[in-house]
């Protein structure tokens, strides 16, 4: 009936009626549909992107993430976290491709915004000890568990390879260059893959260690990122994780005083530089000095009556001004730093050559 109509507020309640029957499948009767995700996903999310609603597409892969869940999880609860893990990756280069490809690039923020939440949430649940036979499980003897992973591998993988196919292909046209945090994603995508299949074996505190140092990783990054482009959303948070962070190790170190206070000694001065280094961005980019030398032939001005000489000679009526003309932005979008460039007007206060200013 949405697509009928077409009405995007039945295809949202058709996205809420699937998740709760799913959901009373999944608790109630231990019966989850393995394949009800996948009519959100085949059924309302290409709508979303049809009708261009951002509304739609959030709601709807929303409820086909917890979805998911519910149904990998009653095969494996492993599986399960791996899955959502993969899903997530999914979004994350999703979004990157959308924004490249200009077809309702504005949708990219919402794969983006969903995929690094629960990628975020994810990795900080690995940064914990784990007790087990490794970080993630998957017996391969299973067919549907089989299915699961080297499907949804398989995508995840499949889209980063395009993404930096693209990149490389034509780097003007990918957002920022591939951020710092893409690497991070690829890099972890890669260990899990590789530690699920066999081929590293991360396990008790060798694996939490990996995925603390990717997860502060990400912090660093954003604050850095964040701080250099005077971004208050990216720097609050870069430090919001970093704080998680601490906070969870310090939860571990329960041997050691030290240790422990230690920990917040580092999470205070480290939140503390962060914020200098921030302030100290904000105030080098907004004020600037510069030294103009008018006797200089290169600002000398033709009259009609005479050769080009400077504007210290003229009567005191003759006045000037610095005037900010940036190019247009395309012809600024093969630029590494393109965005930091304001495309705006601004002039100057009046002033004569020999020193006279409005």
Not at 21 to 45: C, R, T
Request: aromatic share 16%.
């Amino acid at each position: 009936m949405a697509w009928a109509l077409p009405s995007i507020s039945h295809a949202i309640t058709a996205a809420i009626l699937l998740l709760l029957w799913n959901s009373f499948e999944a608790f109630d009767f231990k019966n989850p549909q393995q394949w009800s995700p996948f009519i959100i996903l085949a059924g309302l999310v290409p709508m979303g992107w049809f009708y261009r609603s951002r509304a739609l597409l959030a709601n709807t892969i929303s409820a086909y993430m917890v979805m998911l869940s519910f149904c990998v999880a009653s095969v494996s609860g492993d599986l399960a976290f791996l899955i959502v893990f993969l899903s997530a990756c999914i979004l994350i280069a999703a979004g990157m491709i959308v924004k490249c490809s200009g077809n309702f690039p504005e949708s990219g923020s919402i794969f983006s915004f969903i995929g690094y939440l629960v990628y975020l949430g994810t990795l900080f649940v690995l940064s914990f000890y784990h007790r087990g036979k490794g970080m993630f499980t998957v017996d391969f003897d299973n067919v549907l568990e089989s299915v699961y992973f080297f499907s949804f591998s398989a995508v995840a993988i499949g889209l980063f390879v395009w993404l930096l196919w693209l990149y490389f292909k034509s780097p003007k046209n990918v957002p920022t260059n591939l951020n710092i945090n893409f690497y991070g994603v690829l890099i972890t995508l890669c260990v899990a893959v590789l530690n699920t299949v066999g081929v590293i074996g991360l396990k008790g505190w060798a694996g939490a260690a990996v995925f603390n140092m990717i997860y502060l990783f990400h912090s660093i990054a954003l604050i850095v990122t964040g701080c250099r482009s005077l971004n208050v959303k990216l720097t609050t948070i870069g430090c919001l994780l970093f704080a998680f962070i601490s906070i969870a190790r310090y939860t571990d170190l329960f041997v050691s005083l030290l240790a422990r206070s230690s920990v917040f000694l580092i999470m205070g001065a480290a939140l503390f530089s962060a914020g200098f280094y921030y302030s100290r961005t904000k105030k080098q980019l907004q004020e600037k000095a510069f030294e103009f030398d008018f006797s200089d032939p290169r600002w000398w001005v033709k009259t009609e009556t005479a050769q080009p000489i400077e504007i210290g000679t003229l009567d005191w009526n003759e006045q000037f001004r610095m005037i900010y003309r940036p190019p247009n932005q395309a012809a600024t979008a093969h630029l590494k730093d393109r965005d930091i460039i304001w495309h705006g007007y601004l002039p100057s206060r009046a002033f004569h050559g020999q020193g006279r200013i409005d």
